[in-house]
């Protein structure tokens, strides 16, 4: 069965998602079409992270519904919505540091289904370390790594499951400004290979340059939706950021 | 295969050689060290197959040795012996199974106190069927199994526990497990099913475990839940472990063997105080080699594999 051109990889309507008291997602609406990379914005505390890990599997939702590629996935297991082909980094950044950089890789192409074989996997960690620009660092413990090379493998790995959607959370924190430049260029190549992609971020650069959309969040709900330049001169999303100015 | 490998394959079975002939030459004492010696060589191995890898301290291990031995004490003497391990087998795995499914979500130290709890449950139920179906609270165990018998099946059991130890590590499920034990989020969004990698290691682990309790039942001519149950086990396997180190495989080994042969020098000398002195060594044991002798040595071999390194750079 092939699904409308025009369906969008990820839809996400009205998810709900609250710790106690606090509703830190509420009926958030969220689509990404395939080939797009997507921004997911707001303040410190929005609800973005807690919006990925709903969608990766890592929270069930309390209500509110996620397909991806044409499955439900809403409150599915993180191991089979990987393997549906979602892959994700982690805002903290999290590489297996008793490993191998290979190792890291290999970590990614071990468990799909069906099975790659062990030449497959051979060579595809050879062409990911590669790719992100790791390719000398194959033997080398994950925890001897910079904090830029750390990012770099963490998304060799998410790459290794052969995603059609990738979800990076906050991947460009914390890169001084020539990294930022290594490291926008290497999303928008993925971009060009027609990967999908869905990026919480703050490196507003980052955003213009890359965002074919955005949605912006604010206490769990969402505020705006539409074009870099537009949502980032809504008034509503300057307010969310910056705070109602004293004159008004 | 390199010169080494031949050279340690030829050494490991010219010494299980030495080890089978063993019977031969021991006197009846040495050949009761020599079963204690690999009861608890099985049981550490086979705990920290477990509990290397996924961190989770279990102190189920009298659970599933008291069940096997309670296994031999009701069927010994209606079933073949194959028959009668067969079934401990197989109760052990189930066991472990539905423990597993309804256990390993839980954090680490909600899982000690649930597997602490499941041992004492296990028991109560025993003595609370002994006293009220059948009235007797021991079981006399009468099966045609010698000294010798125990020893080469706990030998067969120690090279089998070791061979499936050495599999795990070069399998999925071991690449699963170590990842798992690095970062069990990061595990997940691999595709790993972390839930069926811990239950299914879980199941192999006290198989092992059931079957030292079989073997070992024949050795007692009578058992009762506290013989079969007794909560001690559960620690001196987790001391081992982690005096020899569990993270590698022939780490619980190197434990199990000088702490064996302490505990038995301790509970002929001083059958008072024992249990005191083990508590003793095992908070020293905690304190001093945090990552067991495996760890000191890979330290070692670790400054060792540098040192010439250097020596190579600077020349």
Partial sequence: MTSPAIAPLLEVSGLTRAFGGLIAVNTVDLSVHSGQIVGLLGPNGSGKTTALNLISGVLRPDSGSIRFAGQAIGGMPAHRIARLGLARTFQLVRVLDGMSCAENVRAGLAFHRPPLSRGEIDQSVERLLRRVGLADRAGVPASGLTYIDCKRLELARALALKPLLLLLDEWLAGLNPSELLIGIELIRSLKDEGLSILLVEHVMDAIRSLCDRCVVMNSGRRIAEGRPDQVLADPAVIEAYLGVSSDA | ?315
């Fill in chain 2, 1 to 315: 295969m390199s010169l080494g490998h031949i050279a340690a394959a030829i050494g490991a079975g010219a010494g299980l050689v030495v080890l089978a002939l063993l019977p031969r030459y021991a006197d009846a004492y040495y050949l009761s060290l020599a079963i204690s010696l690999l009861q608890f060589t099985v049981l550490a191995t086979a705990w920290g197959l477990f509990s290397g890898p996924t961190r989770y301290v279990s102190l189920a291990t009298t659970a599933f040795f008291g069940v096997g031995a309670y296994t031999v004490a009701v069927l010994g003497e209606v079933l073949a012996w194959p028959l009668v391990l067969l079934i401990a087998t197989a109760i052990g795995a189930l066991m472990a199974v539905i423990v597993g499914i309804s256990t390993l979500r839980l954090s680490g130290l909600h899982f000690v106190i649930f597997t602490f709890g499941l041992a004492e449950l296990v028991r109560q139920l025993v003595i609370w069927y002994e006293v009220n179906k059948t009235r007797v609270l021991g079981r006399y165990v009468f099966v045609d199994i010698t000294q010798n018998d125990i020893y080469w099946q706990l030998l067969a059991l120690t090279v089998a526990v070791f061979a499936i130890g050495w599999l795990i590590a070069r399998s999925r499920l071991g690449f699963a497990l170590r990842i798992i034990g690095e970062d069990e989020t990061v595990a997940r969004h691999c595709g790993i099913n972390v839930t069926l990698a811990k239950v299914m290691l879980f199941a192999i682990s006290a198989v092992f475990i059931t079957l030292v309790g079989a073997i070992m039942a024949p050795r007692w001519t009578y058992i009762e839940p506290s013989i079969a149950f007794n909560p001690t086990i559960s620690f001196q396997v987790v001391i081992m472990a982690l005096l020899g180190g569990a993270h590698r495989l022939w780490g619980p080994a190197v434990g199990a063997i000088p702490l064996t042969l302490l505990f038995e020098f301790l509970s002929a000398r001083f059958p008072a105080t024992s249990t005191l002195i083990i508590g003793v060594v095992f908070l020293l044991i905690v304190y001093a080699l945090p990552a067991g002798v495996v760890g000191v040595w890979e330290r070692f071999s670790r400054q060792r594999a540098k040192a010439p390194v250097a020596a190579q750079v600077q020349a």
